[in-house]
């Protein structure tokens, strides 16, 4: 049995919806379990994130997807100060050769989610992981909300919420295409797991 880690931090309850919406599709793959991870203000002190527990699972994983929503064109503080703790996992290689993937969630269709994207592929590669893409192409033909990947974005998933509930966001058709990528990361993950080193 393989694990996929998703962790993530959500301010209003939008990126919480698209980890959901991940775990799902990683959890449809046979052969793998998933770890939902909630990164929260309290695990930090004096500007520092630390909750050992949570990171010993994540050293355990075979995958780890990471979440945050886009503020001011980066991820949150909480994620960033979850980031910075990373430093102690980089001078070991620690999670060297994982698989990775990320997704983000803002109120506009843009709202600078990509910088948030390129940071947490950044993030992965810095950590010698290997970032995998999203699984749907883009479907802008019809401009409808229900479309998978409505906004095209090519590096991670970037979903479109509000702090609105009465709005429905993010969309069927977001939260389908984050199911979507769980599915995809898993499904490479147990591929990854599976080659031979000296094939």
């Given at each position: 049995m393989?694990?996929?880690?998703?962790?993530?931090?959500?301010?209003?309850?939008?990126?919480?919806k698209?980890?959901?919406?991940?775990?799902?599709?990683?959890h449809?793959?046979?052969?793998?379990t998933?770890?939902?991870?909630?990164?929260?203000?309290?695990?930090i002190?004096?500007?520092?994130?630390?909750?050992?527990?949570?990171?010993?699972?994540?050293?355990?994983a075979?995958?780890?997807?990471?979440g945050?929503p886009?503020?001011?064109?980066?991820?949150s503080?909480?994620?960033?100060?979850?980031?910075?703790?990373?430093?102690?996992?980089?001078?070991?290689?620690?999670?060297?050769?994982?698989?990775a993937?990320?997704?983000?969630?803002?109120?506009?269709?843009?709202?600078?989610?990509?910088?948030?994207?390129?940071?947490?592929?950044t993030?992965?590669?810095?950590?010698?992981?290997?970032?995998?893409?999203?699984?749907?192409?883009?479907?802008?033909?019809?401009?409808?909300?229900?479309?998978?990947?409505r906004?095209?974005?090519?590096?991670?998933?970037?979903?479109?919420g509000?702090?609105?509930?009465d709005?429905?966001?993010?969309?069927?058709?977001?939260?389908r295409?984050?199911?979507l990528?769980?599915?995809?990361?898993?499904?490479?993950?147990?591929?990854?797991?599976?080659?031979?080193?000296?094939?």
């Amino acid at each position: 049995m393989k694990t996929v880690a998703i962790v993530f931090h959500s301010g209003y309850g939008n990126t919480a919806k698209v980890a959901a919406a991940v775990a799902e599709g990683a959890h449809a793959v046979a052969g793998v379990t998933v770890r939902l991870l909630a990164l929260t203000p309290e695990q930090i002190t004096a500007g520092r994130w630390q909750d050992d527990a949570l990171m010993a699972e994540l050293s355990a994983a075979d995958a780890i997807i990471f979440g945050a929503p886009t503020y001011m064109g980066m991820v949150s503080g909480v994620f960033k100060c979850f980031a910075d703790a990373t430093a102690g996992i980089w001078f070991q290689m620690g999670w060297k050769d994982k698989i990775a993937g990320g997704f983000t969630s803002s109120a506009y269709t843009s709202g600078d989610k990509v910088m948030t994207l390129h940071y947490l592929a950044t993030l992965a590669a810095q950590l010698r992981m290997v970032w995998v893409g999203p699984a749907a192409p883009p479907s802008n033909l019809t401009g409808d909300e229900q479309d998978l990947d409505r906004n095209g974005y090519y590096i991670g998933i970037g979903a479109v919420g509000n702090v609105r509930e009465d709005l429905g966001l993010p969309s069927a058709g977001d939260l389908r295409t984050a199911a979507l990528y769980g599915q995809r990361i898993a499904e490479v993950t147990l591929r990854w797991q599976a080659a031979p080193l000296n094939a």
